[in-house]
């Protein structure tokens, strides 16, 4: 089972900060907290992945709460192509599987 | 990054034939490849991981009979979905890795059985 609560849907107005936010108080010491993307009828992208301190890339930023029970995933400035449905996975490393919940259908609106 | 390339992109095929699915690392060598299953509206689920050379470990309630996996060189690896039905109708996506790296996923093969 995923061990991460998402919001099911969002919406974002073009040109604006997409903030996708995400609940993993169960999460473990050892634990990350990666974040990928599903555009339709494509195979997920990875987007950014911490530990504990924040996170920037040219994709996004990450934000992990002090306590690390929650993130939030940071588009800058969200575009059209930005609309696809996000994921917040928490796992102990690359070799380990991805298990996938429901993550959050991210609309982006001109 | 890494290129995963998946083929065939969509397959239509009859009930109670095989059909082939080929999951190619393109620009790297994959030591481990994970085949996921998504239906209509639904999350990814994984069915199997395959290390190179070695025989695939498939996640609970996953038929290793009905799911073939063939992970014969470090560049490809294969899912045949044996006398299928129309319920096995799905999205199959393929993600592959190298070493303690990231893994990446292919673009989907989507298959219809009728």
């Known amino acids: 089972d995923a061990k991460t609560t998402q919001p099911p849907s969002m919406d974002c107005a073009e040109g604006r900060a997409a903030n996708l936010p995400c609940n993993h108080s169960?999460?473990?010491?050892?634990?990350?907290v990666y974040w990928y993307r599903q555009i339709h009828s494509q195979g997920p992208q990875y987007i950014i992945h911490?530990?504990?301190n924040n996170e920037t890339n040219e994709m996004a930023s990450l934000i992990i709460t002090e306590d690390r029970k929650s993130s939030t995933l940071i588009l800058p400035h969200a575009t059209l192509r930005d609309t696809a449905v996000y994921y917040c996975?928490?796992?102990?490393?690359?070799?380990?599987?991805?298990?996938f919940g429901k993550g959050t259908r991210l609309s982006v609106i001109a | 990054g890494a290129v995963v390339s998946q083929h065939p992109s969509w397959v239509i095929c009859k009930s109670g034939t095989s059909v082939k699915i080929e999951c190619r690392s393109l620009d790297f060598q994959a030591t481990t490849m994970f085949w996921y299953r998504q239906f209509p509206k639904q999350s990814l689920m994984l069915m199997a991981t395959?290390?190179?050379?070695?025989?695939?470990?498939?996640e609970q309630g996953v038929e290793k009979d009905k799911f073939l996996i063939n992970h014969a060189s470090l560049t490809l690896s294969t899912l045949t979905v044996t006398s299928a039905h129309p319920e096995d109708s799905s999205f199959y996506i393929c993600s592959a890795r190298r070493g303690h790296s990231e893994a990446f996923f292919g673009q989907g093969t989507r298959l219809t059985v009728v």
């Open positions: 395959s290390n190179e050379g070695s025989k695939a470990t498939y």
């Open positions: 996975i928490v796992r102990v490393g690359p070799n380990t599987p991805l298990v």
């Open positions: 169960t999460i473990s010491g050892n634990e990350y």
């Open positions: 911490g530990l504990k």
